[in-house]
């Protein structure tokens, strides 16, 4: 299996514009979340999904960041539009169980904002 | 707060020693996971022990678990240089909690070689 796949690894931009990351789960798992890493607040849960619909978005800084799971295979998160605080590393993770089991976490996407 | 606290926040060994990590955690459990984060990775499961067991074994990995204390061990022997990288622990709550799995800040370990 392939792993959680992220997209871009690395992104560059500036304040204002906007910025959307991809993830891709692995197969058959029906759990997918995304979380934000920083040196200030750690991993923070932003989102979660199951089976494709959106459960709990509560960690979601602000209306700015809307995610969205259009099918099972495919996840975005989006910043529109984007400030310097929202530099971040963005993990996407899927997993079997709905809540409290293991996750498989992808390589992550790092994005600065000048 | 959920939220686990790692301690000691940065370990630095020689490779052979052993490496211990503490979790501490505020509230009741279901489970409590360790997880590994190499320098610019994501971060990868270890073990998971469930709050009805008390210790947990994988390879060189040995984790205990103490419900009463709220806390949580995580042992690493005979340590490699392979093995320098942050350590989180994460504590999944009750439904009172959402029952979402929520992490600590973590240990960074060095081994030196």
């Known amino acids: 299996d392939a792993g959680v796949i992220q997209s871009p690894r690395h992104e560059v931009t500036e304040m204002g514009q906007e910025v959307t990351l991809r993830c891709k789960p692995i197969?058959?798992?029906?759990?997918l979340f995304w979380y934000r890493q920083t040196m200030m607040r750690g991993l923070e849960l932003l989102i979660y999904?199951?089976?494709?619909?959106?459960?709990?978005d509560s960690g979601m800084p602000e209306d700015r960041f809307s995610a969205k799971m259009p099918n099972a295979s495919f996840s975005t998160l989006k910043i529109q539009p984007s400030e310097p605080r929202d530099s971040a590393v963005y993990f996407c993770?899927?997993?079997?169980?709905?809540?409290?089991?293991?996750?498989?976490f992808g390589e992550g996407s790092r994005l600065t904002v000048l | 707060s959920q939220q686990g606290e790692e301690d000691p926040q940065a370990l630095s060994i020689q490779e052979g020693e052993n490496a211990t990590m503490n979790c501490s955690y505020k509230t009741s459990i279901n489970n409590l996971q360790w997880y590994r984060q190499n320098s610019g990775r994501g971060l990868v499961h270890l073990i998971l022990?469930?709050?009805?067991?008390r210790e947990k074994h994988s390879g060189r990995l040995r984790v205990t678990l103490d419900t009463s204390k709220k806390s949580s061990s995580l042992l690493i022997t005979a340590s490699r240089a392979a093995d320098t990288a942050s350590y989180f622990c994460a504590t999944v709550g009750g439904t009172e909690y959402g029952n979402k799995l929520v992490f600590g800040a973590g240990t960074i370990l060095r081994v030196k070689s």
């Open positions: 022990i469930r709050s009805n067991e």
């Open positions: 993770a899927s997993s079997l169980a709905q809540l409290g089991g293991e996750l498989f």
């Open positions: 197969s058959g798992h029906n759990s």
């Open positions: 999904f199951n089976n494709n619909v959106p459960i709990d």
